[in-house]
Nanobody, 126 residues
Framework: QLQLVESGGGLVQPGGSLRLSCAAS????????IGWFRQAPGKEREGVSC????????QYEDSVKGRFTISRDNAKNTVYLQMNNLKPEDTAVYYC???????????????????WGQGTQVTVSS
């Protein structure tokens, strides 16, 4: 059974850092693209970052470029999202998701992902 479990969220001050983890089970990371998404209260879910199953292609939403980094540890079957210089507008529930695509790149469109974790809350506030 394919499962994704996020962890690492919490309360951090503006300018601080957090590292989110997405532990995958029931599949290996080289078989699915992995995306990170977030949803703030009253807003639609938006894509933040993704990594192609090959590990060779990553994408970032414009507002997080230069601040967030996606990576993975194949041995642990875990994908990470390192978030630096956090801003109050980064406050949201963060989700990781898995999906398959024949393309050689990933996208951060939610409809292309079919398996979702339960989410982890990130709050950026002083």
């Amino acid at each position: 059974q394919l499962q994704l479990v996020e962890s690492g969220g919490g309360l951090v001050q503006p300018g601080g850092s957090l590292r989110l983890s997405c532990a995958a089970s029931g599949f290996t990371l080289d078989s699915n693209n992995i995306g990170w998404f977030r949803q703030a209260p009253g807003k639609e879910r938006e894509g933040v970052s993704c990594m192609h199953r090959s590990g060779s292609n990553t994408q970032y939403e414009d507002s997080v470029k230069g601040r967030f980094t996606i990576s993975r540890d194949n041995a642990k079957n875990t994908v990470y999202l390192q978030m630096n210089n956090l801003k109050p507008e980064d406050t949201a529930v963060y989700y990781c998701a898995a999906g398959r695509s024949p393309a050689s790149w990933c996208t951060i469109y939610p409809y292309q992902y079919h398996y979702w974790g339960q989410g982890t809350q990130v709050t950026v506030s002083s």
